[in-house]
């Protein structure tokens, strides 16, 4: 059933109980009428017939709301009590509506300048106390959530700053450092091969953790429509050798081969660099984390016209055709039940947008007992 200003009075009952109401009143018949009513409704409350001790009783009970008392003929001394509760740094943030008897401007708008939030004027009528009550905490709850989003966004954007700066930066070091740290090693020897192996080991953590960071990073912009493609021409075989020769490493640490196959001549064409390296480094890490040990990943790079098609490969795919299928779909980044696949949602949510923000497309092929094929088409001219 709908009141008559149009608030669902069922509805309210079940969030009434989570508000409380501080009763200042020194007519016990008002108090006991408005207990009816409010009680009735689910609030918890809090009556208060004398005033003196008004800002104790705020400060020890926190109430949601005030309902304070304008007696005929007192009204400096209720306003001098309003000025009191909004001058106290505890309570002043505590919204107070006042019971005033007639509607006399000039006193409605004092009580407004003192601090009120709203009035409910005498006699009380039932339908009237229940339904501004009620429309007031709908306000409420709105600033309440609206205030709860803006602290959640500022957290937010603490974070992403601590991510981009604070932590990005020196985890970019460190990854810088332990890939000099293992080229030394595997240039001049140590004879101690579990050595190198712990090295090996450090940098594909040091590499895995940074690429999780770089998509976090690059899943936020997109969310808050920061990024745009910035077409630049490039040798795309070069581009894809170098990322080979970081991954190198990891995929040997497994026991799996990394083999890459381009044309014979430089491959050119109009790409965003880092979307595109974006592409691969995310196509060549899923397949090794979530492909088997041992076996071949293949990277085949061909040029087919204005276009450019990139084919990653992993002859020992640990997944179905529908589980890829579903992360390639997923309109946001997708983790199941068990959350496995977090950090791959995450990565092929961030390629397959990439893929297309350069007009391009990606697909999946494959099976369990064959192997699987990712399939990326890129246009390098301008269209």
Wanted: hydrophobic share 40%; proline share 3%; charged share 25%.
């Amino acid at each position: 059933m709908r009141s008559s200003n149009g608030i669902d009075n069922i509805k309210m009952k079940n969030y009434a109980a989570e508000y409380s109401i501080l009763l200042i009143d020194d007519s016990s018949s008002d108090i006991m009428f408005l207990e009816m009513v409010l009680k009735e409704e689910g609030y918890l409350l809090f009556p208060a017939a004398e005033a003196a001790d008004v800002v104790a009783a705020a400060g020890e009970r926190h109430p949601n709301l005030i309902l304070l008392n304008l007696p005929l003929h007192q009204e400096n001394k209720t306003f001098d009590l309003l000025r009191h509760l909004k001058g106290e740094p505890c309570v002043r943030h505590i919204p107070v509506i006042l019971l005033l008897t007639g509607n006399d401007m000039a006193t409605i708008v004092k009580g407004y300048r003192f601090g009120a939030e709203e009035y409910l004027f005498k006699p009380l009528q039932k339908e009237d106390v229940k339904n501004r009550i009620a429309h007031f905490f709908q306000l409420y709850s709105i600033e309440r959530m609206r205030q709860e989003l803006e602290n959640t966004l500022e957290a937010h954007d603490m974070l992403y700053a601590i991510i981009s700066h604070d932590l990005r930066r020196p985890l970019g070091s460190l990854k810088t450092l332990s890939r000099a740290i293992l080229n030394i090693g595997e240039t001049v020897g140590t004879g101690n091969k579990d050595f190198l192996l712990m090295l090996t080991r450090m940098n594909c953590l040091v590499e895995d953790t940074y690429q999780l960071l770089d998509n976090l990073m690059k899943w936020n912009k997109l969310k808050e429509g920061k990024l745009r493609p910035f077409r630049q021409k490039t040798d795309i075989g070069s581009l894809l050798e170098t990322i080979l020769s970081v991954y190198q490493p990891i995929t040997a640490l497994k026991g799996v081969t990394l083999r890459m196959e381009t044309p014979l001549h430089p491959v050119l064409g109009l790409v965003d660099i880092d979307m595109t390296k974006t592409i691969l480094r995310n196509l060549l890490l899923s397949t090794i984390q979530f492909g088997a040990d041992e076996g071949e990943i293949l990277v085949r790079l061909e040029a087919e016209g204005d276009k450019v098609v990139f084919l990653v490969r992993n002859d020992n795919w640990d997944m179905s055709e529908a589980e890829c299928q579903k992360l390639l779909t997923a309109e946001h980044p997708h983790v199941d039940k068990d959350g496995q696949f977090g950090s791959l949602g995450l990565s092929m949510f961030v390629t397959r947008r990439f893929v297309e923000f350069q007009r391009g497309s990606i697909s999946y092929q494959g099976s369990l007992e064959a192997g699987g094929n990712f399939l990326v088409t890129l246009p390098v001219q301008d269209t």
